[in-house]
């Protein structure tokens, strides 16, 4: 089991984290290095890592990460990623709370 399995384990899907080194690689392992840089602050990355978490769960690593990085009409066709940046993260929980619950509009 490696510290990525052990901290999955851990912690479920809508909690926050407390082993930052964690949450910092398993976002550039889904995100990459170029868009994970983005996330700057331990919020920003607490709410991406959850989100991707629970997307990737549900469906698979790289449909999260095409949701978090494509344009999403409840953001205002802006990124998940980039709204999370500018300080949206219950904007970015809601969609994707309406993504996994099959809400469209």
Do not use: F, K
């Not at 990737?56 to 205002?76: I, K, S």
């Not at 219950?90 to 994707?96: K, L, Q, W």
């Amino acid at each position: 089991m490696t510290a990525r399995d052990t901290h999955a384990d851990a912690h479920p899907a809508g909690q926050q984290t407390d082993d930052r080194a964690v949450v910092e690689a398993q976002l550039e392992d889904w995100l990459g290095s170029d868009l994970a840089r983005h996330l700057t602050t331990a919020r920003q990355q607490d709410v991406a890592w959850q989100v991707m978490r629970q997307l990737a769960e549900r469906e698979c690593p790289g449909v999260a990460r095409a949701w978090m990085t494509g344009m999403n009409p409840h953001l205002g066709d802006e990124s998940p990623l980039l709204a999370i940046v500018d300080g949206r993260a219950s904007d970015v929980e809601a969609a994707a709370r309406a993504y996994l619950d099959g809400v469209w509009a």
